[in-house]
């Protein structure tokens, strides 16, 4: 069974920096892509981040660019978020996401691209 389990979120002030990590265990594959994403209050969940497992392609919405840094360890199947300059419209909670494979049509920008997904990990950035 796949699990992936979030960590390192919490409350930062304004301008301060979280990092978070995503380990998926049980997999019986090698990721295509694992991503980041977020669901603030009253809002739909959205892409922050995405990884791809081979090659050192990477994708940010344009909020999280020049801020945020997607990453990976393979050998950990691990996956991280280091996020600077937080403000408090970062403040959401954070889910990563894992897809085995490439879903003809649909984006790895887009949440149904992810077949597995964590619980999430809330993230408050204070003004």
């Known amino acids: 069974q796949v699990q992936l389990v979030e960590s390192g979120g919490g409350s930062v002030q304004a301008g301060g920096s979280l990092s978070l990590s995503c380990a998926a265990s049980?997999?019986?594959?090698?990721?295509?892509?694992m991503g980041w994403f977020r669901r603030a209050p009253g809002q739909e969940r959205e892409v922050v981040a995405v990884?791809?497992?081979?090659?050192?392609?990477?994708y940010y919405q344009d909020s999280a660019k020049g801020r945020f840094t997607i990453s990976r360890d393979n050998a950990k199947n691990t996956v991280y978020l280091q996020m600077n300059s937080l403000k408090p419209e970062d403040t959401a909670v954070y889910y990563c996401?894992?897809?085995?494979?490439?879903?003809?049509?649909?984006?790895?920008?887009?949440?149904?691209?992810?077949?597995?997904w964590g619980q999430g990990t809330q993230v408050t950035v204070s003004s």
């Open positions: 990884i791809m497992w081979r090659g050192s392609v990477t």
């Open positions: 996401a894992a897809t085995p494979g490439a879903t003809p049509g649909v984006s790895v920008r887009s949440i149904g691209a992810y077949a597995y």
């Open positions: 049980g997999l019986t594959f090698s990721p295509y892509a």
